[in-house]
């Protein structure tokens, strides 16, 4: 039973542990903040946590510095953070793939939901669908009509199984009826390596890596995978506009700690990053990217954690249903 001595000293344990968190919350940032890339260094996602890293480091007044720690999908360098103490000095840089497809492709030793706490949305990249000059529909209406007509006839390069190219073609043939052959490769470079000399005929390619290319008239370009037009290129269609109703599909990135993070700490990350993502000059940098700025609602914790259920949820019946498993 319990006596009013131990009630009191119970009460002033927890006032005095709330007293602690206050002053780590008021102390924090006191030294670098170390913020997990799980890929490899060049890539779309690395130059934008690089952005991102650098201008959040303006805000906490001191320095985020990018790891990079890679492997299987992402899992490697995710898993490390998830384990790390939760003190608000080893973040992830996490993205869809590491957050909603390796819980599916991997059998991992953490849960991508319940061992991270949510910081903030950082930013999305849709899809862009391209053709090779030589493959003859010239828009998305005249590409499903064809691949219809000549069902397994074409063939789809992608960056390898699980990667965001390789389940946009999946969900692409799903939506749309359509069948064609889909080629992996070790990244997406080589891939559209192959597209530009006519190898393959087409590949649902990021837009930070199939840009270049259509501004340089190498590529026909069908349509970005979103329902709104890309701010960097905004004379492509929208899959809406173009014959594709709804058939959305984006490379997101986020910011997580380790569960158990100081709410007063993960308010001070969550600020970092809205005061961040206010600033035009980062802005035109994402924007330059082909990526988009998260919509302000979902620039918090709460907003990331709804926007990752609704992405799993989405795509998990997907993946499971392709029977997506890593290489």
């Known amino acids: 039973m319990l006596t009013r001595r131990t009630v009191l000293a119970a009460l002033a344990a927890m006032g005095a542990c709330g007293n602690i968190g206050a002053a780590v919350a008021d102390d924090y940032p006191s030294h670098p903040i170390t913020m997990g890339m799980p890929f490899a260094a060049g890539g779309p996602g690395d130059v934008l946590a690089r952005i991102m890293a650098a201008r959040m480091g303006q805000a906490l007044g001191q320095n985020v510095i990018v790891e990079n720690i890679t492997g299987a999908a992402g899992s490697i360098g995710t898993g490390a953070v998830a384990r790390a103490a939760p003190d608000g000095y080893s973040l992830i840089f996490g993205n869809w793939t590491t957050h909603v497809v390796d819980p599916v492709a991997y059998n991992l030793n953490y849960d991508a939901t319940k061992d991270f706490a949510p910081v903030a949305l950082v930013a999305t990249q849709p899809a862009l669908i ?3 000059k030589s493959f003859p529909p010239n828009n998305l209406r005249e590409l499903i009509a064809w691949l219809k007509a000549n069902p397994d006839k074409a063939t789809s390069g992608n960056a390898g199984a699980g990667s965001a190219t390789h ?6 043939q799903r939506e749309t009826g359509t069948r064609f052959q889909l080629v992996p490769y070790r990244g997406g470079a080589p891939a559209m390596a192959d597209l530009l000399a006519g190898h393959i005929d087409m590949m649902f390619d990021l837009a930070a890596d ?14 970005v995978t979103a329902s709104t037009r890309m701010t960097a290129q905004p004379d492509i269609p929208t ?15 986020g910011l997580w700690g380790p569960r158990g993070m100081p709410e ?10 809205i005061e961040s993502l206010s600033d035009p000059k980062l802005r035109a940098k994402i924007n330059d990217l082909g990526g988009e700025i998260a919509p302000r609602e979902l620039q918090t914790p ?3 954690a709804d926007f990752q259920k609704a992405e799993t949820d989405k795509w998990w019946p997907v993946l499971k249903a392709a029977g997506i498993k890593p290489q």
């Open 167 to 172: 389940v946009a073609s999946v969900f692409f």
């Open 302 to 304: 709460r907003g990331l």
């Open 239 to 253: 899959v809406d506009e173009a014959g594709a109703p709804g058939v959305y599909v984006a490379l997101w990135n």
């Open 210 to 223: 199939a840009l270049p290319q259509v501004r340089a008239g190498q590529v026909k370009a069908y349509a």
């Open 130 to 132: 391209i053709g090779s």
């Open 264 to 273: 007063a700490v993960i308010d001070k990350l969550d600020a970092a990053v």
